[in-house]
């Protein structure tokens, strides 16, 4: 019980630090975005993040996911992450939350 407490805990903890990532030309979190596809948590602690970008040649496709893998590590308890980029399926507007089409004038 308190192990699978534990992992839903790192869970949250990973979504609040993937709401500090923006991409760079759009002025919301990768995460509500619709970016991040999956967040799995092991119970070794260690994170592996399935996600995408905007477009395959995004100018971040470098720098993002090791952003995104740098600050996941950073966090107190994960031993280890690995982000892993798809564009299976790829990204459309349709994966923004609410929040972020309310954000860039879309609804």
């Given at each position: 019980m308190s192990e699978e407490k534990n992992t839903?805990?790192?869970g949250e903890k990973i979504?609040?630090?993937l709401k500090t990532i923006y991409d760079p030309e759009i002025p919301v979190d990768i995460y509500?975005?619709?970016l991040i596809y999956d967040v799995l948590v092991n119970e070794d602690d260690q994170v592996k993040i399935l996600m995408t970008l905007t477009?395959?040649?995004c100018p971040v496709a470098e720098t993002l996911?090791?952003?995104v893998e740098d600050k996941v590590k950073s966090?107190?308890?994960i031993k280890d992450a690995e982000v892993e980029?798809?564009?299976d399926p790829p990204w459309s507007q349709d994966l923004m939350s609410e929040e972020a089409k309310l954000e860039l004038g879309m609804l």
């Open positions: 839903e805990e790192l979504v609040r630090v509500e975005l619709g477009t395959p040649n996911p090791a952003e966090i107190k308890d980029i798809t564009f």
